[in-house]
C-alpha cells in the first residue's frame, strides 16, 4: 500500500480503491489505522471530530461501539464490507460533505445530509397508527423514470444516504432495480418483513448498498395488536431470512403508550441483537395522519423513561440507537426542512418532514435544488432551533406555534384531507401536551445538558442570522 504522504496526493477514486484494498483483510487495528487516515483526506473540522471520537470508541476496550463493530466485521463477507465503506463512509460521509460545501459556494444553501422517498403508498397492511393512513392507497406512486431523476440529483448534490419508505417498498417493482443502479448510494429500506423472500435476501445482499428495517413494535401482542394477527411471526421468520443472507438488518419501533416499557426493556434490544439487528430506531407516534388518537402518544414521562434506557444501552449494549426526539441535544433540535433531511412522498410532494404533511413544491413540476430553497423550507430553516432546549425539538409536538405561524404566514397545501387538523380543530390538545412535556422537559435540560444548553442557544442565534440573510437574498 502507498504511504500516508501519498494518498493525501492521490484523486478520491484512488484514495478509495486504497483503503478498499484494505478492507479485504479488515481488522480493529487496521480500523484504527485507518481512522487516522481519514482525518488526512478533509480538511473539515467537524469530520475531523466525529473521526477522533470513533477512534476513542474503537480503542476503548469496553466501549459497546468497540463490540458493535466487531459484530459488523464478523457477520459481513469480505466483498459487502468493500461495498458497506465505499457507499455508506466514503461518498454517504466523506465524499458528500465535499459536494454539499461546493453546492452551497454556488447556490447559497447546503443540501441536507440525507432523503426520505416514499415511492408508493401501496401496503398489505393497515397497521393501526401509521402516519400514512391519510393517504390515499390507490395512488400509483412514483414511476421509475422519476425516481431515477431524483436520485441523480441527490448524488450531484452530495445526498447519498436515501431512506425508503410507503407504504410497504417491497411492493414497489423497481425497488432492486433502482438500488442496484446507484451503487454510491446507501440505502435504508424500512419493511413490515410480510413480503421478503429468500431470493430478495440475496439479492438485496448482492448489491450490498442496503439495509432492511423491520418495523416491530415488542412482542408478538404489542406488533399484532399494531400491524394484524400473525404478522409478527412472519417478521421473525423474514429477520432470520435476511440474517441468513448476511443483509444488514435494522429494526424501528413505533413507540406509543401502549408500548413504550417493552420496546425499550433490556429483553427487547438483547432479542433483536440476537434476531440479527445492528440498529435500533425509535419514532415517537404523532397524531399527523387525519385520525388523530391521543391516548396513543407517550406522556412525559413515558417519553423521558425512553430516553433514560436508550442513555443506558448505548453504553452497554452492541447496537447502533437513534431515538429521534430524545436525541435533539446531539443535532441541534430540528433536522427537517432539508436542514438535515426532508421527504418526497408517493405523490410526489417535498414535505418538510415525514410527519409534517404540507408542502408547496411537487416533484413532477420541479428540482429537488429548487424545491429544497424554497419559500416554505427556508422558514423553517429560519426558525431553527425551534426552541433552546433541544429536548423539545419538534414543531409538531413540542412547539406547535411554530407550525402554525408557518402555516399562516404561506398558506402552503395540506398533502392529505384531514392534516390539518392538529393545527386547526385539535390546537388546544397539542398546545396542552406540548406544555405539559416542557414542565418536565426544561428540569432535566437545566440538570443534565449542562454541557450543552449554553453552546446550543449561542448556535442557534448564528443559524437563525445567517438563514435569514439567505432568504433576504
Not at 448489491?207 to 412482542?219: M, R, T, W
Not at 435476511?242 to 438488518?249: C, D, F, K, Q, S
Request: contains cysteine.
Amino acid at each position: 500500500m502507498k504511504g500516508i504522504s501519498d494518498l493525501k496526493r492521490a484523486g478520491a477514486e484512488e484514495v478509495v480503491n486504497q483503503i478498499c484494498r484494505l478492507l479485504g483483510g479488515v481488522s480493529l487495528e487496521r480500523m484504527i489505522q485507518l481512522t487516522h487516515l481519514g482525518e488526512l483526506l478533509t480538511h473539515d473540522p467537524e469530520i475531523k471530530r466525529v473521526v477522533r471520537g470513533v477512534r476513542s470508541y474503537l480503542q476503548d476496550e469496553n466501549h459497546s461501539a468497540r463490540r458493535l463493530f466487531a459484530r459488523v466485521m464478523e457477520y459481513l463477507p469480505r466483498e459487502n464490507r468493500e461495498k458497506l465503506f465505499k457507499s455508506l463512509f466514503l461518498h454517504g460521509f466523506f465524499l458528500s460533505k465535499r459536494k454539499r460545501e461546493e453546492f452551497a459556494k454556488e447556490n447559497g444553501y447546503e443540501p441536507p445530509l440525507l432523503m426520505i422517498l416514499s415511492p408508493s403508498w401501496q401496503c398489505n397492511l393497515r397497521c393501526k397508527g401509521c402516519y400514512t393512513l391519510g393517504y390515499a392507497r390507490t395512488s400509483k406512486g412514483l414511476s421509475k423514470e422519476v425516481v431515477e431523476r431524483i436520485l441523480g440529483e441527490c448524488e450531484e448534490m452530495g445526498i447519498f444516504f436515501v431512506t425508503i419508505l410507503g407504504g410497504e417498498p417491497l411492493m414497489w417493482p423497481h425497488l432492486l432495480d433502482v438500488i442496484g443502479s446507484h451503487p454510491n448510494i446507501f440505502f435504508q429500506v424500512y419493511t413490515n418483513g410480510t413480503l421478503l423472500t429468500e431470493e430478495i435476501a440475496r439479492e438485496l445482499s448482492r448489491l450490498g448498498n442496503a439495509a432492511l428495517v423491520f418495523s416491530i413494535e415488542g412482542g408478538e401482542e404489542e406488533t399484532d395488536s399494531w400491524r394484524g394477527k400473525g404478522v409478527y411471526a412472519k417478521i421473525m421468520h423474514a429477520m432470520d431470512l435476511a440474517r441468513e443472507a448476511r443483509l444488514i438488518i435494522g429494526t424501528s419501533a413505533t413507540v406509543t403508550s401502549q408500548n413504550v416499557e417493552v420496546v425499550s426493556s433490556d429483553d427487547f434490544l438483547d432479542f433483536m441483537i440476537s434476531k440479527g439487528s445492528l440498529a435500533q430506531m425509535y419514532f415517537l407516534y404523532l397524531p399527523v395522519n387525519g385520525k388523530a388518537d391521543f391516548s396513543l402518544m407517550v406522556t412525559p414521562e413515558q417519553r423521558d423513561l425512553l430516553r433514560r434506557r436508550v442513555l443506558t444501552a448505548r453504553r452497554t449494549k452492541p447496537i447502533f440507537i437513534v431515538d429521534f426526539w430524545n436525541d435533539g441535544p446531539y443535532v441541534d433540535g430540528c433536522i427537517a426542512g432539508g436542514r438535515s433531511y426532508f421527504h418526497v412522498n408517493a405523490n410526489g410532494d417535498v414535505e418538510p418532514c415525514v410527519y409534517t404533511h404540507i408542502a408547496v413544491d411537487n416533484i413532477h413540476e420541479t428540482s429537488l435544488k429548487k424545491a429544497l430553497n424554497s419559500e416554505l423550507f427556508r422558514a423553517i430553516r429560519a426558525r431553527q432551533p425551534h426552541n433552546r432546549n433541544h429536548l423539545r425539538p419538534c414543531m409538531i409536538i413540542d412547539n406547535p406555534h411554530v407550525m402554525r405561524e408557518i402555516i399562516e404566514e404561506l398558506h402552503p397545501r395540506f398533502t392529505h384531507p384531514g392534516a390539518e387538523e392538529i393545527y386547526t380543530r385539535l390546537k388546544d390538545k397539542m398546545d396542552e401536551y406540548a406544555a405539559r412535556y416542557a414542565r418536565l422537559a426544561d428540569e432535566i435540560w437545566k440538570k443534565e445538558y449542562s454541557w450543552c444548553w449554553a453552546s446550543c442557544a449561542k448556535e442557534g442565534e448564528e443559524s437563525r442570522k445567517e438563514e435569514a440573510v439567505v432568504t433576504a437574498n
